[in-house]
Every structure is written in structure tokens, then in C-alpha cells.
Nanobody
Framework: QVQLVESGGGLVQAGGSLRLSCAAS????????MAWYRQVPGKERELVAT????????NYADSVKGRFTISRDNAKNTVYLQINSLKPEDTAVYYC?????????WGEGTLVTVSS
């Protein structure tokens, strides 16, 4: 079992920045990759960025390339999402995901609200 706790969300003006954190605990040895998703009410959850924990390889949704950066600190069992040049359309609940290849886990999410 893996537990994920997100933090760092909040209210920010357009053009601002935030850094989201996702702290993992439990059977973290089983995790191969972690990711950030976001969801707006009434819409499907959208994949934002992924990172492979062993290699650090990253992938991003086209909509966030150049503005979002996913990183990890394996010593702290934490994954980060740096969000720059925030836009009102980035407003969403951001969820952390951990994938073992055979199972996955979700955090409870952290709300990011961007005002125009």
C-alpha cells in the first residue's frame, strides 16, 4: 500500500507560480513512476506530467510544456510540480499518482485556483 499526500495548492494571480509537492509513504519500493493529473469539475481527469523514478525521465502534456516541470527527490520520497506562468485555465484540483506497473494509487488532491 502506498499513501500520497499533496500540498502546495492555493490561490494565485495569473502569471504567478506555484510548487506542488507529493509525499509518498508506505510501500514506496514498489513505485516505478509518478505523475500529476488535474481535474476540473465536470471534466475528465487529465494527465499533466509523469516521471520515472529510477531514470528521472519526464513527459508532459502538450498544454503545459514549457511551463510545468516535474521533478523528484528520491531521498525525501517526494515528487514536485513546478508551475510557472499560471493561466486561469490551469485552475483545477491537482492529483498525485503513483504507479507500480501492476497497481496505482491516488492522493486526495490539492486545489489550484488562478485568478485573472
Amino acid at each position: 500500500q502506498v499513501q500520497l499526500v499533496e500540498s502546495g495548492g492555493g490561490l494565485v494571480q495569473a502569471g504567478g507560480s506555484l510548487r506542488l509537492s507529493c509525499a509518498a509513504s508506505g510501500s514506496i519500493f514498489s513505485i516505478n513512476a509518478m505523475a500529476w493529473y488535474r481535474q476540473v469539475p465536470g471534466k475528465e481527469r487529465e494527465l499533466v506530467a509523469t516521471i520515472t523514478l529510477s531514470s528521472g525521465r519526464t513527459n508532459y502534456a502538450d498544454s503545459v510544456k514549457g511551463r510545468f516541470t516535474i521533478s523528484r527527490d528520491n531521498a525525501k520520497n517526494t515528487v514536485y510540480l513546478q508551475i510557472n506562468s499560471l493561466k486561469p485555465e490551469d485552475t483545477a484540483v491537482y492529483y498525485c499518482n503513483a504507479d507500480s506497473g501492476s497497481w496505482y494509487w491516488w492522493g486526495e488532491g490539492t486545489l489550484v485556483t488562478v485568478s485573472s
